[in-house]
């Protein structure tokens, strides 16, 4: 089948292979400016927009998406050349396909480019909501110290050149300071990021931030602008060269970047808008007074998993997410990770199926069409453990709970660390502290609390004697017997004793 280029001007010749956006872009103005516009938003927030828009009086939230990195040039690229249009492609479970064109998307920039523009965009009228996805090292938190972390040589860049910023923070403290001085109303800065709590923290870190570079409008913004927390879920692997030659030949569509995505999505809101909100109640999202505890469950399980999955799978020499999960000791590893020292730190989840939830995981984990990377699941890993696994791993040692399983993973991840899976083969490690982690995991190998010292990752953790015990048992028996023997043996332990 001959390809067409996927653009407003060939919008309509797609309509009888699939769903198309059917309002008038042109109309629509964008309420929303997006930090960070890769596959998950474009797969969540940006599809439930494009859901809404297409219910009448709804014109008001188009989607600005901004993006923020030089690394992003080329997504900018892309949409620009696209119209902002792209496919969104659903992987069934049973393998087959369903694809719309998503128009939510209306302006698109390029903050390297044009960092003015984007801070007098942030600080439009017309702009009422500023979203972001800047992944879980955006944040600049610093573990062990539990500050914004001033250190961060970008940070500094901002603090001395307050008009060309390179970090999130310099950009928002701009927009907010316009919007201030010529007396509008301020916005709801919402993170759709996998951080617990993550409105507080976007709210912590700007704020310490605000501090030091802008002092005087620290009253204003804990006045005028709103950090409301929210929940996402949708698993989104990276696109592959096979995902858009398939859709040339199958669909038509010439798309430089289309999106690939499981069935499930979920996103969690609470209800705290200083500027008014889209609603995207109708097309599914559910908005709530409290967010914590679905978000505690997600980041505990789901993205907690998805990283026990990945280091383990990576040292084990698999490739992709599902074939770690079709390992039948790694996913009986996981579940008891999940029963017995993740679900006694979830407290009560009223109106939720936990043991529905738990399983609906594994089965996610497995969909053999998704076929998420775990190079990519196991990224930055640095910044995600911290987040996902560590309050479990604390929660547990408060309590005198089992830690086994956690101090396990932390164990292989050390291993994993040295760049070589169980059988010799390179690991690709993408992590903005990959070369402390690299030494670390040298150290290690000689005394492996050494890994633990890490304190940005693992604050104090160190200095618990239960837990580096474990610790320590578990990375000799890696190294000794390798991972799906000690995975077989720890499984076996734990169900003999039930």
């Not at 799978?313 to 490739?319: D, F, K, P, S, V």
């Not at 053999?368 to 309050?391: G, H, M, N, W």
Request: aromatic share 8%.
């Amino acid at each position: 089948m001959e390809s067409i280029k996927l653009n407003a001007q060939n919008l309509s010749k797609f309509e009888a292979k699939v769903a198309i956006p059917t309002y008038d872009r042109s109309l629509v103005k964008a309420g929303i400016v997006h930090v960070g516009i890769g596959g998950f938003h474009r797969a969540h927030e940006a599809l439930y927009t494009d859901q809404l828009l297409h219910k009448s009086g709804n014109e008001n939230w188009g989607i600005c998406g901004v993006a923020l990195l030089e690394f992003d040039q080329k997504i900018y690229n892309t949409l620009k050349d696209q119209d902002g249009l792209y496919t969104l492609i659903v992987k069934e479970l049973d393998g087959s396909l369903t694809k719309r064109v998503i128009g939510s998307i209306v302006e698109y920039l390029f903050a390297p480019e044009n960092p003015s523009a984007v801070i007098e965009k942030m600080a439009s009228l017309n702009t009422k909501i500023i979203t972001l996805t800047i992944t879980e090292g955006g944040y600049n938190y610093n573990e062990a110290t539990k500050q914004f972390d001033f250190s961060n040589p970008l940070v500094q860049q901002d603090l001395e050149h307050p008009t060309k910023p390179k970090t999130i923070f310099g950009y928002l403290t701009q927009a907010l300071k316009l919007r201030k001085e010529r007396g509008q109303k301020g916005v709801a800065l919402q993170s759709c990021d996998n951080v617990q709590g993550n409105g507080h923290m976007l709210q912590n870190m700007l704020l310490s931030f605000v501090k030091k570079a802008e002092p005087s409008l620290l009253e204003w913004i804990q006045k005028e602008v709103s950090f409301p927390n929210s929940m996402v879920d949708r698993i989104t692997p990276a696109t592959s060269p096979a995902d858009i030659l398939n859709l040339k030949k199958e669909s038509g569509i010439d798309d430089a970047w289309p999106v690939v995505c499981e069935p499930f999505k979920q996103w969690v809101i609470e209800d705290h808008f200083a500027n008014g909100r889209p609603a995207w109640e109708e097309v599914g999202a559910q908005f709530t007074e409290d967010v914590v505890p679905y978000e505690k469950m997600k980041l505990s399980l789901l993205n907690a998993g998805h990283s026990v999955l990945g280091i383990l799978g990576a040292l084990r020499g698999y490739a992709t997410i599902d074939e770690a999960a079709s390992d039948s000791n790694i996913a009986d590893f996981l579940k008891l990770y999940m029963d017995k020292e993740v679900t006694p730190t979830l407290g009560d989840l009223e109106g939720v199926d936990l043991e529905s939830y738990k399983k609906s995981l594994l089965e996610r984990f497995g969909n053999v069409y998704i076929k998420d990377q775990i190079d990519r699941i196991c990224s930055e890993t640095s910044a995600k453990l911290p987040i996902f696994i560590l309050p479990t791993i604390n929660a547990q040692l408060k309590g005198n709970g089992k830690i086994k399983f956690a101090a396990f993973v932390i164990a292989a991840w050390a291993i994993y660390s040295l760049g070589l899976d169980e059988n010799g083969n390179p690991l690709v490690i993408k992590d903005a502290l990959a070369d402390v982690l690299h030494q670390k995991a040298i150290a290690a190998k000689k005394e492996p609390k050494e890994f633990l010292s890490i304190e940005s990752v693992f604050g104090d953790l160190k200095k618990s004697e239960v837990f580096v015990d474990a610790y320590r048992k578990s990375y000799h028996d890696i190294l000794k017997n390798g991972v799906e023997r000690c995975v077989l043996d720890l499984n076996n332990e734990i169900l003999n004793k039930i």
